[in-house]
């Protein structure tokens, strides 16, 4: 199984994308791109993964965990998710960062969902 700088590089080049290139595009310098390509690190916030994810049109399951995902929540999905949830919170509002790691959280745990729901479906 490929790593995680492994699979960044991997979609970096397939969009043909130069480590300064998607640095900028990302906010972050080509040479945090990479100390990610080579192992040497991993981004320690879930924000700078989707950021990279995004740029590269792929998914931050894929980027992270190595996982291709048949189907992604699309940003109306998520506003949506978040305007419904927002009563989870009191009231209270999230930092867009916040926002982040909640929906990505859904969205994991909705992929979860549809893989058992599928090895169910073929066990039978």
Known sequence: MSSYGERLMRAR?????????????????GRTIQNYEL??????????????????????DYLIYGEKEETEL???????????ASALFAGGKLSDEEQLAFIYELQTLYMKARQ?????????
């Open 39 to 60: 192992g040497h690190v991993t981004p320690n916030r879930i924000d700078v993964s989707q950021r990279l994810a995004d740029v590269l049109d792929i998914s931050v």
């Open 74 to 84: 699309t940003e109306e999905d998520k506003k949506e998710i978040l305007a419904h």
């Open 116 to 124: 058992i729901i599928k090895d169910r479906e073929d066990e039978q």
């Open 13 to 29: 080049k397939e969009k043909e994308l130069t480590r300064e290139e998607l640095g900028k595009l990302c906010g972050i310098t």
